[in-house]
């Protein structure tokens, strides 16, 4: 059993940068492959990208590459969403996501934290 929480969403401007956090509990978070998500208002999650159990590979949707950049360090049970250049496009509720098989990319988790919100204005 893994749970998640998120934090660090906010109300910022275009081209502003933020830094979303992710903190799991249990033992074995270094095994999981972890997922960011989001969710605009009426439209379906999408997937945001994703990185390995050690942290050695990364995905990301073409809508972010260049401009997110995932990380984790498994000795504090922590994955981070740093986001550059952010649009009004890139509003949404920002969820993290945990999944035991080696995919690293969308589909299926197992596991999902509650979400926090990030507004960007124009």
């Known amino acids: 059993q893994v749970q998640l929480v998120e934090s660090g969403g906010a109300l910022v401007q275009a081209g502003d940068s933020l830094r979303l956090s992710c903190a799991a509990s249990g033992r074995t978070f270094s095994r999981y492959v972890m997922g960011w998500f989001r969710q605009a208002p009426g439209k379906e999650r999408e997937f945001v990208g994703a990185?390995?159990?050690?942290?050695?590979?990364?995905n990301y949707a073409d809508s972010v590459k260049g401009r997110f950049t995932i990380s984790r360090d498994n000795a504090k049970n922590m994955v981070y969403l740093q986001m550059n250049s952010l649009k009004a496009g890139d509003t949404a509720v920002y969820y993290c996501?945990?999944?035991?098989?080696?995919?690293?990319?969308?589909?299926?988790?197992?596991?999902w934290g509650q979400g926090t919100q990030v507004t960007v204005s124009s």
């Open positions: 996501a945990a999944r035991s098989t080696l995919w690293i990319g969308p589909g299926r988790y197992d596991y």
């Open positions: 990185i390995s159990p050690t942290g050695g590979s990364t």
